[in-house]
């Protein structure tokens, strides 16, 4: 059970799961009323930014102390969201924020993996659950970052009135969640053999 974990990180990615759930379904009823929503995702935005921050320096702090490279990371997310708010209604998408959370989250899971290849312990990472965590931080973000610059080629429609982008956000969804689920599995396997 996460709940029981003694790092705190593990019960912050699960609240956080559960208020994008929450967010994901209070967005469906708004747009099912035929009200904006954008609102709610730029409010959402905070919450998503100070997770994943938290859980890549969480990750990163087992092989360096990151606190340097968190600092101009995170200060530079913050300034793009308070740009936005004095420049651009809120009811509008932020997606300058968006952006530059993605770059900044991609090249942190790089920075990761530089770091994971350059530990000489063994880590084997069919089991490690921060490995897996990140990895899905990385194809979530990356693969948001590319559809953001080629978001004019995404705009055809496949299914119904899904559109590329919207089958490729799904995707990237599932990989995301997918993988998260695995490394919560990866890291109780963990806890039970310490224990």
Known sequence: MVWKDRYIFW??????????LCTEL???YLASHHQHNLWLFNIFLIFESSTILYG??????????????????????????FYFLVTQPFSE????TISVMSIVFTLYCLYYYYLL???????NIKIHPQFWWVTGVLFYYFGSTMSNIFDGMFTIKI???????????VLLNLI????????????MKQRKLQS
């Open 11 to 20: 019960k912050i990615v699960t609240c956080y799961i559960a208020i994008a």
């Open 176 to 187: 995301l969640y997918s993988l998260w689920v695995y490394s919560f599995i990866c890291r």
């Open 26 to 28: 209070f967005a469906i």
């Open 93 to 96: 998408s932020n997606t300058l």
């Open 56 to 81: 890549l320096y969480y990750c990163l702090q087992e092989y360096t102390n990151p606190k340097p490279i968190f600092f101009i990371g995170s200060g530079t997310v913050c300034l793009t969201y």
């Open 117 to 123: 290849l350059k530990d000489e312990n063994f880590i």
């Open 159 to 169: 299914i119904g009135i899904a559109t590329l982008r919207y089958c490729i956000y």
